[in-house]
């Protein structure tokens, strides 16, 4: 089995504990990972802090930072492919999503090289006489960067790239199911000649790794993508070091399908919304509200499309549904869609592990008819192929329904009248809306939550403040000496 090395200070470090990663699609363990300890997670703080402080980094120009940034992007281009693959064997997504996502993760990379040298502050028209005010845009520190295991390439260089243009250093933790990829990715960090210490790459569980992290006294920021319950134990772990932290999480996002819409186009965005990437998505539309009038054919066309999926191994290029990425989410669709049905859902195809797969993870698409969204499949964030249908009868009746969830991350609206488009996307509570599309993304465009779903954005210009802080300097231009302040005139 391959065994990998933790990232740290510039060398890649054997670690004192290991753990096994599983391929989803046999259950097999395929390579060993080190489980970073409290000394590993320290050791990684430290060398990002020194990097910082005392290394040649902050040395650097904002365009030699952004020059680093750029080499690191042609090197994600040139190895896309073996990224994708790697991601692939770990967490089980399909080999033709890894690759085209490992690519695009580039364009990530470029983006924020741009921006390197184009963070910048201002002269204050300041209201005292003889004073020169202005600010400038302080990297904030220390950054870790923590992420889940459904698009590691992807969340991580969300963060990683802002952070490094803005002149921080970064700790980033992979998450322990699926942690190859970002070990690929460090080997490229130090192909492209960051100095030691600038980029640190461990993984670990939550206790102690994920712990020593986010509390740890030389941290100044937390980034997190994950689930709601590991973001509050991060919320309490940075009340032992004031870090600043940014939350992207869960979602239950609704897809609503009125009957002015086109319908084969409001298909294919249900399917890509619920059965793309297995349902593995933060932003899975799996509250699909159709209206009345076309549920029949809405519900027809999904069956006859379900019977043309093929379930299989995720590095076949025909397969268009792979593993779930562990046997407990497997199990969870598993009991989430029992409870459904006994509350009086109506299963219409799928819920079953497909019988054709001997071994693996695999759940079968799934189509759930609820009458209401009391039902369980409609309440559970799933990260699995499990659309739960609803049918509505009004625009205002459905505006509810939608923003009646604990999150509010994406939403899909497939209408032909575009003011109603327009007065839909207004009211929904949520940081993404799709009108006739779903699950498009760019590092251009914010990314983001309402509600439960955190309230941080990634991606765009804006995110780099998110990683700056403002410093202010006051200069005395009079020729006087300062006032005694203790003489009244
Ligand atoms: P998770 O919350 O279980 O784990 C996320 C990361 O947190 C992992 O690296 C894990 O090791 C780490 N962690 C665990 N305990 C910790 C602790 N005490 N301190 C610090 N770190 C700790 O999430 P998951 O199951 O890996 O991923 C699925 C979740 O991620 C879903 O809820 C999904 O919606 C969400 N997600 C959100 C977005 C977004 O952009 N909003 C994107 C992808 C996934």
Redesign the pocket.
């Known amino acids: 089995m391959e065994k990998y090395k933790h990232y740290i200070n510039g060398k890649f470090i054997e670690g004192s504990e290991y753990f096994d990663s599983i391929d989803p699609s046999n259950g097999k363990p395929w390579a060993l990972f080190p489980a970073a300890n409290e000394e590993d997670s320290n050791f990684a703080v430290e060398s990002a802090y020194n990097a910082l402080f005392k290394g040649p980094w902050s040395k650097l120009t904002a365009t030699q930072r952004g020059k680093l940034l750029h080499k690191l992007g042609d090197l994600i281009s040139e190895n896309a492919n073996h990224l994708g693959d790697i991601e692939t064997k770990d967490s089980g997504k399909l080999r033709a999503e890894t690759r085209s996502q490992s690519g695009y993760v580039a364009d990530y990379y470029y983006y924020y090289a741009g921006l390197a040298d184009k963070i910048q502050g201002d002269v204050l028209p300041i209201d005292k006489p003889d004073m020169r005010v202005f600010t400038t845009r302080e990297p904030i520190g220390v950054v870790v960067a923590?992420?889940?295991?459904?698009?590691q390439m992807f969340?991580s260089a969300t963060k990683i790239a802002p952070a490094l243009a803005a002149g921080n250093t970064v700790v980033v933790?992979?998450?322990?199911?699926a942690p190859a990829a970002l070990f690929k990715l460090a080997e490229l960090i130090d192909q492209a000649g960051f100095p030691p210490g600038v980029v640190n790459i461990i993984t670990g569980?939550?206790?102690p790794c994920?712990?020593v992290?986010?509390s740890h006294p030389k941290v100044a920021s937390v980034a997190?993508?994950?689930?709601?319950?590991?973001?509050k134990?991060?919320v309490k772990?940075t009340a032992e070091n004031f870090a600043h932290v940014s939350l992207?999480?869960?979602?239950k996002s609704p897809m609503i399908i009125f009957d002015d819409c086109e319908i084969d186009s409001a298909v294919n965005g249900i399917v890509a919304g619920n059965f793309g990437a297995s349902g593995q998505s933060?932003v899975a539309g799996s509250r699909v509200f159709v209206h009345r009038n076309i549920y029949k054919q809405i519900v027809e066309k999904l069956e006859k499309e379900s019977k043309n999926i093929v379930i299989g191994d995720p590095l076949d290029k025909r397969t268009h549904v792979g593993p779930l990425a562990t046997l407990a989410q497997v199990e969870r669709a598993k009991d989430v869609l029992k409870e459904s049905i006994s509350q009086g859902a109506e299963l219409v195809f799928g819920g079953n592990i497909p019988k054709h797969m001997k071994s693996g993870w695999y759940f079968e698409p799934t189509l759930l008819l609820c009458h209401d969204q009391s039902i369980k499949s409609v309440q559970t964030?799933l990260?699995a192929p499990v659309i739960s249908l609803i049918i509505f009868d009004s625009e205002d009746e459905v505006i509810d329904m939608a923003n009646d969830s604990e999150f509010g991350?994406g939403a899909g609206v497939f209408t032909q009248n575009l003011a109603r488009a327009h007065r839909v996307s207004q009211q929904i509570r949520s940081g993404i809306v799709w009108i006739n599309t779903y699950r498009a993304i760019s590092p251009i465009s914010p990314?983001?939550?309402f509600k439960n779903?955190?309230g941080s954005r990634?991606a765009g210009l804006d995110v780099i403040y998110e990683y700056t802080r403002t410093k202010t300097t006051w200069i005395n231009t009079s020729s006087e000496p300062m006032a005694n302040p203790f003489v009244i005139r």
């Open positions: 923590i992420v889940p295991w459904n698009a969340l933790k992979a998450s322990e199911q569980y939550g206790e994920g712990r992290l986010t997190f993508t994950g689930g709601c319950d590991v973001a134990m991060i772990n992207e999480l869960g979602g933060c964030e990260f991350l990314f983001g939550g779903s955190g990634e």
